[in-house]
């Protein structure tokens, strides 16, 4: 029986991407390794797999499609007709393109996407689904990684194609809502170091680069001191808007044949 050696790479700012995708890879390959790509692209190294890997990509969805700046980071990632597993993360509204475009860049990149999951996280804004994935997620992300697993013993390994639209919706981008910092702030730099696109001033974390920030809001998440906030009367009425909108639970997709 052949064996593979499983790496899961993500993107995942406020951590639930990183936690089904890690749950499937357990069940796949005990020696999993991790290729966390959330922090800034400059640091990422082009790195290949060959055909006795197998990858499991994981993303969020931010409004239909996969962030821009996890593509650039995806495309340092090269394979060689490596088998891989897709997984997208939403917040409960539509995963919408985001799937097909992963699939798409996956192949690109010399992948064969044998699988894919849409998978319901806690969204980055109001308080929608919280604590999304919850172990019930996590027991389904793990049979489907028992399917995966039974897949890959096959010997030819076909690729499963995913739901979605060419051309993608306009989307990928980061949000409008812009973090800032209370007087709780204990100057720890924590945030600095975190932030996905580096938009927060190390030599000082209060100063934000608005230019640079995508409402992410991992430097909200971390901070020890709660110092980070966005407390503006334009997102409070968003989130009473979208608390509504967006209530009713969803379920998680998996795919593969």
Not at 83 to 110: H, M, S, W
Not at 144 to 158: N, S
Not at 179 to 188: A, G, H, K, L, R
């Amino acid at each position: 029986m052949k064996t593979y050696q499983t790496t899961c790479v993500y993107f995942s700012a406020t951590g639930t991407t990183k936690r089904s995708v890690v749950e499937m890879a357990k069940i796949l390959d005990e020696s999993y390794e991790e290729m966390d790509l959330t922090i800034c692209n400059e640091a990422i190294q082009e790195s290949r797999f060959g055909k006795n890997d197998f990858v499991i990509f994981g993303a969020p969805v931010y409004s239909g499609r996969i962030y821009e700046g996890a593509i650039k980071r995806f495309k340092k990632i090269v394979g060689e007709q490596t088998p891989c597993l897709i997984v997208v993360a939403y917040g409960n509204r539509d995963f919408d393109d985001a799937l097909i475009e992963l699939y798409d860049l996956a192949k690109t990149q010399g992948f064969i996407p044998i699988g894919g999951a849409a998978v319901v996280a806690e969204h980055t804004y109001g308080a929608i689904q919280v604590g999304r994935p919850n172990e019930v997620d996590l027991e389904e992300d793990r049979k489907f990684a028992e399917c995966i697993k039974q897949k890959l013993m096959r010997k030819e390994l076909t690729e499963v194609p995913m739901p979605g639209n060419r051309p993608y919706r306009v989307g990928g981008k980061g949000g409008s809502f812009r973090p800032t910092t209370t007087n709780e702030c204990i100057e720890c730099g924590l945030c600095s170091t975190l932030c996905p696109e580096q938009a927060i001033l190390k030599e000082n974390p209060r100063i934000l680069d608005d230019g640079k920030c995508i409402s992410c809001f991992r430097c909200i998440r971390q901070c020890p001191a709660k110092a980070k906030v966005v407390e503006t009367q334009e997102y409070q009425t968003f989130v009473k808007d979208f608390n509504i909108r967006l209530a009713q639970r969803k379920e998680n997709l998996y795919i593969l044949n």
